[in-house]
């Protein structure tokens, strides 16, 4: 285990003449990240700086002193002709700046450590995270633009990625983005060794990890690259990672088994990212610029209003629609549909997101942790939200209905106490006769029978229907009968009283 707050008390500061490390932004295997500041005399510059020691960490082998010595050389130079290749980059606005490096002596244990400052800028789970990116379809064929310019540019110059993820993706103030993290990069030439993460790691690297001689190419970083689109336009799930473990969906990927198309994604940008994520390399793109000619294509279509299905090819600027299924495998028969506007008047950079960026009102802070259960929480804490206020409201209700129906009972026993308002059918003493006076008269009569008790004198003179000094079940039908008879007249005048309507019954 490397010891950074070790180095990190060894290394000279201020660095490059103004740089005080502050806050660690990321921790990983070989390297950390720490946010540094340079006190100006009306601001406060930012920057990143990452510490990658220089030692032999293979415990396995025993090295003599000469031995020990010359291989850190030979990694230190490595190092540097590394740094040489990265410094080409410079210029290419889709590559995380590259600004400062170094590499210093180390005391506290044997090696070198290599210092590398770089534009501060914010990964993209964390922008995410902090509502800064809105994941359409429309900002992420964005994303993919500039990242993928920036990989080109990388591959043009022979310099592969070997790690490319969302986390390696930066968000700058202007809106663009912007490809980073060449700390495991390689030269074509030294394609040798199988490294990356876990989950974007391309099926010719993971099915020969355990070999030590590995032989791959830049289409390794092209799968990689469509499965972070994979991922992004899947709610941040890789492959069958919803319906099994995240170890058995990267498995049933690495067997060959075919891919679903992604749940947020147009099937043009899903054969889009099929056809970069292919099983087989030779059914991959053959480099980035073919990759980034449909992605650009498909940019100018959704510009110049051209329904999905369909897509552009530069050489003849003809839409095509594509005549197999989208199996991901890469292995597409163009079938002509129509044309593009004339004199190639639409262009790519022309394609305005749906929901612009929002990078520039957001503090550029420390990476905040994030991972792909983050959609997940928020769909799960919206619909709990969402149910404590329908449980909320339903409780209101009942509260509110019990209250009622309190307070009517309460006058109903006044009235009944009092005695007063007595009149024969009128049972809940409101002086009138309706459904619910035969309603109470039905519940009451039951309950006393169960009692084995009677009623009271002024109960049996309003509730004795039929007049035979008995309250039962014979005054609860009559006075029902007399209700519905009531309510079926014209008019409330055309109502008889109880007492008629029972005579003529008798």
Known sequence: MIDFRAIIDEIPQPLWGSWYIKDKIESGVHSEVYRIEAVKSERIDYSSLKIQPIVIDNDDITYSEEQEKALLEEMRQEVIKENMVMHKLIKCPYIAGYLDEDILPLSCM?????????EYLMELPALMQKGGFNPTEDNILRLASDIGRGLNAAHKLGIHHRDIKPSNFFAAPDGTFRLG??????????????????????????????????????????????????????????????????EQAVER????????????????????????????PAMRYNNMDEMLRDLENLRACRSAGIPDG???????????????????????????VRKLPENNTVHADSAEPSDKLDIRSIPLEPE???????????????SSKRIMIILILVVIAIIIFLLTRKDDNDDNNRN???????????????????????????????????????????????????????????DATLLLGYCTYKSELDSEEKAMTLKKWLKEKQ
């Open 368 to 382: 905040l942790e994030f991972h792909k259960s983050h959609f997940k929480r928020e769909k799960k804490r919206k």
């Open 181 to 246: 993290d060449f700390n495991i990069s390689g030269s074509k030439e030294s394609l040798r060794t199988a490294s990356g993460t876990a989950g974007y790691i391309a099926p010719e690297i993971y099915n020969s990890i355990n070999t030590r001689d590995v032989e791959y190419t830049d289409k390794a970083d092209i799968y990689s690259f469509g499965m972070c689109l994979y991922q992004l336009m899947n709610d941040f799930f890789f492959p069958f990672e919803e319906e099994c473990s995240t």
């Open 253 to 280: 990927r690495m067997n060959g088994e075919l891919l679903k198309l992604p749940k947020n994604a147009s099937v043009d940008f899903g054969r889009i990212i099929f056809r970069a994520c292919a099983y087989d």
């Open 110 to 118: 044997n090696g070198y450590v290599l210092l590398i400052r770089t």
């Open 310 to 336: 369909m897509r552009t090819f530069p050489e003849n600027n003809t839409v095509y629609a594509d005549a197999s299924e989208s199996s991901g495998s890469g292995n597409f028969q163009p079938v002509p």
């Open 416 to 474: 009944r106490k009092s005695g007063s308002a007595y009149s024969l059918g009128d049972v809940d003493g409101d002086s009138v006769i309706t459904e619910s006076d035969a309603s109470l008269l039905l519940k009451e009569y039951t309950l006393i029978s169960a009692e084995k008790s009677s009623f009271s004198e002024k109960q049996i003179k309003a509730s004795d229907i039929n007049g035979d000094g008995f309250v039962n079940g014979v």
